[in-house]
């Protein structure tokens, strides 16, 4: 289990938690379920870092909730916000015990496995190196969506993930992408962070993928 860590007080819009917390727990299932159906560790691990973030931004949505209530009316309306909070952490906590399924070598039924084998979609995290020639370009120069398919949902720099990076964001070294694609989007995608791609495949057709 992690552990509660002390947050400081900042003065953020209730709004702006509000959306970072449904992002975030929204993330968390995509990734969780994409580590245990391809027994991803990384993955996993990553849902687990998630789930301090949405722990720190409940604890400043009630914060930031608290200081707006002035008297018993406020506090009957602010009731419904932090208990939308609650749930929030709820989510978060169950998708991290499903990653953990996967931290803990628990495997899942095979028939599982094979039904969702077969989506159209898989997500990846893959790390961006010195020769990469992602470096340095931004997400809208890259248009990584348009040429191989592959949609970045976040961006973990350090000890911060940045979800819903804009296209004016640039790609730095060491930079880990989290991203959504098909299994040829995403295994290119993994060969340009890496630098064993050089180039950025040109768009493909339908039918030339399934011929991959």
């Known amino acids: ?9 900042k003065p953020i819009s209730v709004r702006e938690l509000l ?17 245990v159906l391809f027994n991803d560790v990384e993955l996993a691990e990553e849902v687990s ?9 409940k604890t400043l949505l009630i914060m930031n909730t608290a200081i707006a209530i002035r008297d018993a009316e406020d506090a009957e309306e602010m009731m419904a916000i932090m208990r939308m909070g609650t749930v ?3 989510i978060s906590d169950a998708a991290g015990d499903i990653a953990r399924t996967v931290l803990l070598g628990i495997g899942v039924d095979p028939f599982v496995v094979e039904a969702f084998s077969k989506t159209q979609e898989r997500l990846i995290r893959s790390k961006v190196l010195k020769q990469s020639i992602l470096v340095g370009k931004t997400f809208a120069e890259l248009q990584l969506e348009t040429n191989i398919g592959v ?25 880990v992408l989290i991203a959504r694609g098909s299994d040829v989007g995403i295994l290119e995608l993994d060969k340009l962070a890496r630098g064993e791609l050089m180039s950025i495949p040109r768009p493909r057709m339908a039918f030339e993928e399934e011929r991959l």
């Open 49 to 57: 870092e998630m789930e301090e973030k949405v722990d720190d931004l």
């Open 88 to 90: 929030a952490d709820r």
């Open 151 to 175: 949609n970045i949902i976040a961006v973990r720099r350090g000890k911060e993930l940045i979800t819903r990076p804009e296209g004016d964001m640039s790609v730095r070294e060491e930079d």
């Open 1 to 9: 289990m992690h552990v509660a860590r002390r947050v400081k007080y």
């Open 19 to 35: 959306t970072e917390l449904q992002t975030t727990t929204m993330l968390m299932i995509d990734l969780a379920y994409s580590a």
